[in-house]
């Protein structure tokens, strides 16, 4: 076995669920943001998509800080 | 390799991942409100207003708060003696830390999900009202922060 693994077994651990939780509720909140989203332009006549894409783009961030973030931890 | 290193490696990075639910929560509860806020404004034939993007974004910074403490504790997981020593601290800091930040960044989309509705209704007033209730839920999470970075157990000087 990779000596890495046994030796940071619980950072390993660790990074896969917190990089889960981080994608996963980043995933799910750009969903949700995106079908009030649909609901708005198709309410507002077609306004608003750069916006809706921004508040989107917003909650993709924090799914990228997720990653970025624990990739810089990872155990040489 | 024990339990106990187990637990405090662990500790430190899920952290990370307990703030950036919170902030993900957080901001698609206001954008939510704010597609809502859009549709509105759009219906009425009147111009979209942006400043809904500032409450909605907001949440995003607990997850830097958390980030500044997990690489903090990162530091001490070189040294695998006190990680050891400390283990129960550096699980309770990551676990602390992570705590505050989501609930502090889910609490501050909550804010923002009333506050988008509070602006759309009340065509534009009081935004300045609302930056001051989203800052004082913010500032739990920068004390969150702060007094947990000041329980870090110190490293022995480099000889």
Redesign the interface.
Known sequence: MNPNT??????F???G??????EM??A???G??G???C??????????LV??I???G??E???L??FV??L??L?K | ?TAL??????????????A??G???G???A??S???A??????AGKQ?N?T??IL??MP?SQ??YA?IV??KL?QV?QN?EIVLANAGLIFGIGLATGLGEMLSAWMQGLIGAAGIRSLSESEGKGFAFLLIAMGIVETVGIFAMVFLLGMVPELPAAA
């Open positions: 046994t030796t940071h077994a619980g950072t651990l660790g990074i669920i917190a990089g889960g939780l981080a509720f980043s799910w909140l750009q949700l943001i079908a009030a989203g609901r708005s332009i198709s309410e507002g006549q077609g306004k608003g916006f809706i921004i508040a989107m917003i909650v961030t924090v799914g800080f997720g973030f624990l810089l931890v155990p | 390799m290193t187990f637990l405090g490696q662990m500790g430190i990075v899920l952290m990370l991942g307990l950036a639910f902030s993900s929560v901001i698609g509860m954008g939510q704010a597609a809502g859009w549709g509105k404004a759009g219906k979209l942006f809904y993007i909605l974004g995003i997850t830097l980030m997990m690489n990162g997981l695998s």
